[in-house]
């Protein structure tokens, strides 16, 4: 199932727990705040008219650094102050560890969070809704886990009443600037041709950069091999917890990747691929390279890319410019950024032949 029909069924999931719990559900309620638009996944209100916010967050990992789950509970609440509603909901297939749940709270006195775990049991008082939940989060997760690492009760009491007025600090606006969306731009200004191959390699780099920043750490670029002869644009150590991270440094052996900029006009072809083959080394932990050019590859690169990978173990991935654009628009969004990868790298795996 694409991404995007993962998401809308999770999305659809949690709204019919809510709706099963007694609230009355909105979807996809836009809103703007000057010339930005915005938008809440679920409005829920209550029987009493108390009305709550939901910002929902499917990943295919259990696991998500502390920055993006802040960032997450800030842009509810963000929603929640904008739409001028009593409470805000996280919804997400993450686990979070209830110490670091409390922290968020403490930081955010309305807001309530279901994570993988307390959904699970919230959504096991409606059977159907519950098997619907687990088939999505087997399918979706890359290590699913059906175990609880929680025994409490999950409520939705709390969201029953009006919330009493509490002083509360103002939003740290900044943290809410769409980064991706200017990244993104950035690079798509950047005309092709070999005389402007630096100024993209360099846009690609601050785009990857934002991207992963708490996934890959000790950026290099422009490295130069032990002979001197050749150099690959831009490599990255893994230093991520995140499921498809880790099954890179695992099932392919990467500690490092690499990444190759192509400003061509044209699509890349099989040429470039076993350029970029040649730097790829699995005894130097080094066995995976994501290619980045203007446009979706040539067949015959992509059919070069399946054959380093049948033949040789070498793991090399073809994004072009809009694929760095919807990775950044899903980084503005807090959604599942790496989940775009696996989905890449997954279809790359099952098409492959003998």
């Known amino acids: ?27 996809n ?35 998500l650094p502390s920055d993006a789950l802040f960032k997450a509970a800030l842009q509810v609440e963000h929603i929640r102050r904008s739409l001028q509603l009593d409470r805000a909901v996280i919804v997400t297939s993450v686990r979070i560890p209830i110490e670091f749940q409390r ?8 807001l309530t969070i279901y994570d993988h775990d307390s959904l699970r049991a919230l959504a096991a008082k409606h059977p ?27 409520s939705t009491e709390i969201l029953n009443t009006p919330a009493r007025a509490v002083s509360v600090a103002p939003l740290a606006e900044e943290n809410l600037i769409a980064q991706g969306a200017s ?15 630096r100024k993209f390699e360099l846009a690609v ?36 917890k995140d499921d498809v991270w880790r099954m890179i440094k695992d099932r392919f052996q990467s500690q490092y990747v690499i990444f190759e900029c192509k ?25 995976v390279a994501f290619v980045i050019s203007r446009t979706a590859a040539h067949e015959s690169a992509m059919a070069a890319a399946r054959g380093a990978l049948r033949e040789h173990g070498k793991l090399i991935v073809n994004l072009n410019v809009d694929d760095m654009c ?3 628009a899903l980084k503005d969004a807090t959604q599942d950024y790496n989940g775009f990868l696996f989905d890449k790298i997954d279809t790359m795996l099952m098409k492959l032949e003998r």
Request: proline share 3%; aromatic share 10%.
């Open 128 to 154: 159907d809704l519950a098997l619907r939940l687990e088939e999505l989060l087997r399918e979706t997760l890359i290590r699913p886990d059906i175990s609880s690492a929680s025994s409490a009760e999950p």
């Open 263 to 287: 400003n061509y006009k044209d699509p890349i072809r099989q040429g470039e691929i076993y350029t970029t083959e040649k730097y790829l080394y699995q005894k130097a932990l080094r066995s």
């Open 326 to 328: 919807k990775l950044l």
């Open 205 to 240: 780099e601050g785009a990857l950069r934002y991207i992963f920043t708490t996934d890959l750490v000790s950026w290099s670029s422009q490295k130069v091999t032990d002979t001197g002869l050749s150099r690959y644009d831009l490599i990255a150590r893994v230093a991520s």
């Open 1 to 27: 199932m694409p991404t995007l029909d993962r998401f809308k069924s999770f999305e659809a999931i949690v709204a019919e727990i809510f709706r099963a719990e007694g609230f009355e559900i909105a979807r």
């Open 103 to 110: 922290a968020l709270v403490f930081d955010n006195p309305r």
């Open 183 to 197: 990244l993104c731009q950035e690079i798509t200004g950047v005309k092709t041709g070999k005389q402007h191959a």
């Open 29 to 63: 309620v836009s809103y703007r705040v000057g010339s930005v638009r915005y938008e809440a996944d679920l409005i829920l209100t209550s029987k009493t008219k108390a009305t709550t916010a939901v910002e929902i967050k499917l990943f295919r990992t259990l696991t």
